[in-house]
């Protein structure tokens, strides 16, 4: 599974390009956009003209989710409101950010995935270590699938343990090249350790 996120900023003509320019190398793109219901509005209406709607994954706004009939929601790190969500929704994919051990057991066998980390040094949690690697060892021991992020680039992609699901990011996704590198370099990886 390869999860693009946006970037927190206010929706745009550079945002909707970017996520139509990996559309063929991705499985989701998690809109976690910095505006208002109406501009995500236009902008996910805008979006399901250009990419398969089936890609498209609301972030923590299920009332978006209703209003455009879509099928997949992503949850900030809220445990409660992600369970409840999936228990009245069974038919709703339904991930979340996941940044403990004891956040992954409690949404094992319920949820249909996690994203985890940071798994590697990255900018965007500077003086934050990342996750220690008993820690992402006991979580890639439960069933839910889960989804490495933080820090994953052409450099660090050789060491991702290969029992993640699959690779998320946001910066990753905003230069093709380096994305196109990754995901082949994964794909690569996991083919070789069956």
């Known amino acids: 599974m390869i999860y693009m996120i946006t970037p927190f900023v206010s929706p745009n003509h550079s945002v909707l390009q970017s996520i139509i320019d990996v559309e063929a190398s991705i499985d989701g793109v998690i809109l976690r956009l910095d505006a208002n219901d109406d501009e995500i509005d236009e902008f996910i209406n805008a979006l399901k003209q250009s990419i398969d709607v089936s890609k498209i994954i609301v972030h923590n706004a299920p009332h978006l989710l209703d209003k455009h009939q879509l099928k997949r929601i992503h949850f900030k790190e809220r445990i409660d409101d992600a369970l409840l969500f999936k228990r009245q929704h069974p038919e709703i994919s339904v991930g979340m950010s996941a940044h403990s051990i004891q956040s992954v057991r409690r949404i094992n ?32 021991n439960y069933d839910i699938p889960v989804i490495a992020i933080g820090g994953i680039d052409e450099n660090t992609i050789h060491d991702l343990n290969i029992k993640f699901s699959g690779l998320s990011g946001i910066r990753l996704f905003q230069h093709k090249a380096v994305l196109e590198h990754v995901i082949k370099e994964w794909l690569l990886r996991n083919s070789t350790s069956l």
């Open 109 to 140: 066998g319920i949820l249909d995935y996690c994203i985890f980390g940071h798994v590697f040094p990255t900018t965007s949690k500077q003086g934050l270590p990342p996750q220690r690697e008993s820690v992402i060892q006991e979580v890639l």
